[in-house]
């Protein structure tokens, strides 16, 4: 391969002193293909390897909440490929960080970039293939997060619930919001699943047009056959205009309620916010401003939505540097780089969450902070290297 690069050298060199531009674009898409063809085996490999450690660690957590449980494998199965659409959204941008970073390297190693330079093309531009893959990624893996984790999620949730009708409280959480089918929304303080039974309950219930209708807040609810039964509540009114009715409140010892549903479609789909899409998000944000509820942690993960696809461009953005600069350490340098950017990225991605979650910093600050840091310092390395 190295004399046909060569022979590209030559006549791409006297080409381009004959200030030939459609030679000089058709030269250029050739480093694009060529870098291309080189970095898939490697990105798809990183893409697979992710999913199985992702999908391998929920099947663990499976195993924990099931277990006692006398569950069929189809089952188990059948809920860890739905599963599989979420996992693929953060193992895009490692597969795409894997075979940038030793693309990069290999190219270094065999003198190839070196060749391509000596031809007329900038680092820079041979890096443009990368952030091909890298912008790529980014598309590819908001619109998997965005419309495809949702439906599958949904899907996990009506097998889960299959899995798990005897027991509602699988595991034990704080601070939990979710809807039922309804559309009522509940935040549960603490959910106990030793004594199946949930601590400080606030339920929402709004019309068809979003205004807030009633607020219902109980100290504790215990399931009874199909029903939950709420102790030690009350229930306010509000009007047309938002406004608390005084006078039509109501007080009670016990109120009954269905709440099952909800909860198994709250473990059932772990809807975590990362895996709800952005309206729904938003709605969510808005809804919970109206009754009063501090909202920063909702924004902070409607940030996140967008942030975590653009991994992707971040990471072919300073992989390539970095994969070039050190190719002198060794074939496995480019793994050697990947490992440490990825451990550096979610160290900086789970402070920044950490501190977006508290009230600490902005939430779009708190999101966006590590592209902003790693992408900083790939825009430098680049510009070091141009």
Known sequence: MLWLLWFWRRISKALIHANNPVVILLQMRLVDRYILRHLVLPFIIGVLVFVVILVGDEARKLGAAVLGLRVSPRLIAEYLLYCTPQALVWSLPVGTLVGVAMTATNLARNRETVAMRAGGVSFVRVCGGFLIVGLVGSGAAFGINEWVVPPATEAARRVFERITRTQPVV??????????????????????????QLSDIMICQEDDSGRLVSITVASRASLQGPIWVLE?????????????????????????????????????????????????????????????????????????????PVACLVFALIAAPLGDRYAYLGS???????????????????????????????????????????????????WRRR
């Open 332 to 382: 496995f340098a480019g793994i050697v780089v990947a490992i440490i950017l990825v451990f550096l990225y979610n160290g900086v991605r789970s402070w920044g969450l950490a501190f977006g979650l508290a009230g600490t910093l902005p939430p779009a600050l708190a999101a966006w902070a590590q592209n902003i840091i790693f992408g900083s310092v790939g825009l430098y390395l680049l």
């Open 232 to 308: 030690e509540g009350y229930t306010e009114y509000f009007d047309t205009e938002g406004e608390w009715k005084e006078h039509e409140g109501e007080h009670f010892a016990s109120k009954s309620i269905r709440l099952q549903q909800a909860i198994q479609n709250y473990y059932a789909d772990k809807r975590t916010p990362l895996e709800m899409t952005t309206g729904e998000l938003d709605e969510l944000a808005r809804a919970l401003e109206r009754t009063g509820q501090p909202t920063h942690q909702l924004r902070t993960y409607w940030h996140f939505k967008y942030a975590i």
């Open 171 to 196: 595991r034990e959480e704080y601070n939990q919001f979710f809807r039922d089918q309804t559309g009522r929304i509940f935040y549960v303080r603490h959910m106990n699943a030793d004594t199946n």
